[in-house]
């Protein structure tokens, strides 16, 4: 069975006119500020969403129906993105005191 490879969406910032690597400002349209924060991004991004897309596909594929390993992943897969974001907040901060 032959699968087509999955189309790349565009990227979409978090905060629209800030780089979602340190905060600073970006050019009109861009995600980063530059390379550099673009590669860091897409490294941590790696890294974060493994479990969150292993978390996401245990409740589709359950439809988080109880008794099964999807139950209660929504709420799993919300606070571990709160976390996320709060780890954001803390790196943009200390970028910008640097």
Do not use: F
Request: proline share 4%; glycine share 10%.
């Amino acid at each position: 069975m032959s699968r087509a490879p999955m189309e790349q969406k565009a990227t979409m910032p978090v905060q629209r006119g800030l780089c979602d690597w340190c905060g600073n400002a970006t050019p009109l349209g861009r995600t980063y500020c530059g390379k550099e924060c673009r590669v860091a991004y897409n490294n941590l991004l790696a890294r974060q969403g493994k479990s969150v897309m292993q978390m996401l596909k245990l409740w589709r594929k359950h439809r988080g129906a109880k008794g099964t390993p999807g139950e209660g992943m929504i709420g799993e897969i919300a606070t571990r993105v709160d976390a996320i974001l709060a780890e954001d907040r803390e790196r943009k901060a200390r970028l910008r005191q640097e």
